[in-house]
């Protein structure tokens, strides 16, 4: 007998849990779900925050019964409406514990749903660190793996190549171990599942001891850095990223080495913050967001803005001169401050290309012609002519081919980076400052032609991102390794019960209006109080 049944009302039905068990089923209504940057807002049927295994397997079995649709969020970093649904909505925030550490291993087992703040505290506690992360962190473990995160150095790819073995409970309500040597394939589906596999709730990883970050950074000509590109630019340091000024055409470049604990405790290296100007607090931070608000009304200030805000806060010259630097603790070290809500639209293409895809890229965005400096023939066939965009340019590298392939069954089918050689992602950012979109179509024109340079030069968008793509183009860049991960989906999830509008659109194509039994279809979109987009989807079983 069951020791409870839970009631709980909702428009045109009423959900009864009467199963003879005594598992909690965390659930409640009214609640809204929005994405970090309130680009997409939507209104879950039920919002479920588990604590168990047990519990995140009785959700999926009562989804069954109930014929719905299920989706999981963790921080809602993502732009896009990935996350969205007119359905149930699980969250894993209380399912974070770390549940074992090997200190002499660096093997960690933890609990899906942890933060990866939360979880690089833990490992402090023991003298461990990740070996490497994003400019974030506040997405969930399983968030971060999930959508493909990843840092910026030569020596490693993504998040996920630290995972050694997952679990992940699939639409048949029960629990499976994965790993390079059990069950394989799944294994390489759900390190980059896009939620449409089933719940990841645990993850094994390995960690490495502790370190901190001696980092420095300096801006310069972005000449100087096409210069330094294959020589010195991104070989100098353990972890490099760029911040690209297209109208400016300067870099800001911050590079990192290791610090191992050892050269702390040794009083060979000490902690600094870096120094901290006027600029870099509130004010900086309100007067750059009124600007920006003031350019969607008269956009031809951009440029001006750009010059005004990044001179004030990296100075006005080049070279040694501009050079900051600190120590820290690797975690805080990696972070940067995304300031407001924003479009990113970023695409990984081979290393080799990046000079060329950013100097094609200025000389397209700022209207040159032949004789200017910097101007190369940027061949993008759409005019730029009353196109103003923001900036930087977020430029970052990764290579994944080091430490992940398919041999040793440890790459993510959908890896969006090159298998043989080092990649370079570029992220286009679109400030939406005050949640407000930009206007005259700037946000279109811009990722029109950023996209079509992007293809030409062979990238591939990241998943988490904007962008515009279709079944078709995916199959054509994932070749084998697509129809792998679909074959896995298929027999993970047949009826569609992880399936919603964003999979459609990009994964599953159009089957002329057919549906899966548990899909979620639509999406119906208006504007949301706030700002952004009010989605609403349909339940395919209705």
């Known amino acids: 007998m069951a020791s409870s049944v839970t009631t709980i009302p909702l428009p045109g039905w009423e959900f009864v849990d009467d199963s003879p068990d005594e598992i909690p089923f965390r659930a409640r209504t009214l609640y809204t779900h929005r994405t970090w940057a309130r680009t997409y807002t939507s209104l879950p049927e039920l919002f479920i925050q ?42 894993l925030d209380n399912f974070n514990r770390v549940l074992s550490v090997d200190r002499e291993t660096g093997l960690c087992v933890i609990e899906a749903g942890i933060r990866l703040y939360q979880l690089s505290e833990e490992l402090a506690k023991v003298g461990l660190s990740l070996p490497s992360l994003g400019s974030i962190n506040e997405q969930s473990i399983a968030g971060a793996i999930s959508t493909g995160t990843h840092g910026s150095s030569l020596y490693h790819g ?20 994965c790993s390079p040597d059990e069950n394989p394939d799944l294994f390489r589906a759900a390190l980059l599942s896009l939620g449409a596999l089933g719940i990841v709730v645990e993850v094994t990883f390995k960690a ?22 294959e020589s010195t630019l991104w070989k100098q340091s353990d972890f490099v990223r760029v911040w690209w000024f297209p109208y400016m055409r300067r870099a800001v470049v911050w590079k990192a080495d290791v ?21 870099d607090n509130w004010l900086g931070y309100v007067v750059y967001h009124n600007l920006l608000a003031l350019s969607r009304w008269v956009p031809r200030i951009t440029p001006w803005i750009e010059l005004f805000v990044f001179g004030m806060q990296y100075g006005f ?14 975690q805080q070290a990696f972070l940067m401050n995304c300031l407001y809500s924003q479009f990113v639209n970023e695409w990984a293409i081979p290393l080799r290309h990046g000079p060329e895809a950013l100097q094609r890229l200025g000389s397209w965005l700022g209207n040159l012609k032949p004789g200017d400096p910097g101007y190369v023939e940027h061949k993008i066939p759409f005019s730029a002519e009353g196109l103003w965009v923001h900036s930087p340019v977020e430029v970052r590298v990764s290579n994944t081919a080091l ?40 946000l279109e024109r811009y990722y029109q032609g950023f996209e079509y340079l992007m293809r030409e030069l062979g990238g591939k968008p990241h998943w988490a991102k904007d962008f515009t793509a279709s079944k078709s183009d ?14 896995v989906r298929n027999e993970a999830d047949p009826d569609g019960m992880f399936v919603g509008p964003w999979h459609r659109r990009y994964l599953l194509g159009d089957k002329g209006g057919e549906a899966l039994p548990l899909e979620e279809t639509g999406f119906q979109a208006e504007p949301a109080s706030g700002g952004g987009l009010l989605v609403t989807g349909t339940q395919a079983s209705e």
């Open 158 to 177: 993504l998040v996920s190549e630290s995972i050694t073995a997952l679990k992940i409970t699939l639409a048949d309500g029960k629990t499976r171990a």
């Open 317 to 330: 010259g080049n070279g040694e001169k501009t050079k900051v630097s600190a120590v820290q603790p690797s």
């Open 50 to 91: 588990p604590e168990s295994i047990p519990e995140i397997e009785k959700a999926i079995t009562l989804a069954h019964k109930c014929r719905r649709r299920i989706t999981t969020t963790g921080s809602g970093h993502s732009p896009s409406d990935m996350t969205c649904t007119s359905s149930w909505l699980i969250n």
């Open 259 to 279: 610090v191992t604990s050892e050269q702390l405790d040794k009083g060979l290296v000490k902690h600094r913050e870096p120094p901290v100007s006027y600029y």
């Open 474 to 487: 995916f199959e054509a860049w994932y070749g084998d390794d697509f129809k792998r991960w679909t074959k």
């Open 403 to 442: 430490k992940t392939s398919r041999e040793k069954r440890n790459r993510p089918f959908l890896d969006p980076t090159s298998d043989d050689e080092p990649s370079l992602y570029l992220n286009a950012i679109m400030y939406r400052p005050y949640h407000k979109n930009p206007t005259y179509g700037a």
């Open 208 to 229: 490495v001891p502790a370190f901190s970050l001696a980092w420095e950074q300096t801006i310069d000509s972005d000449a100087r850095i096409f210069r330094e590109w």
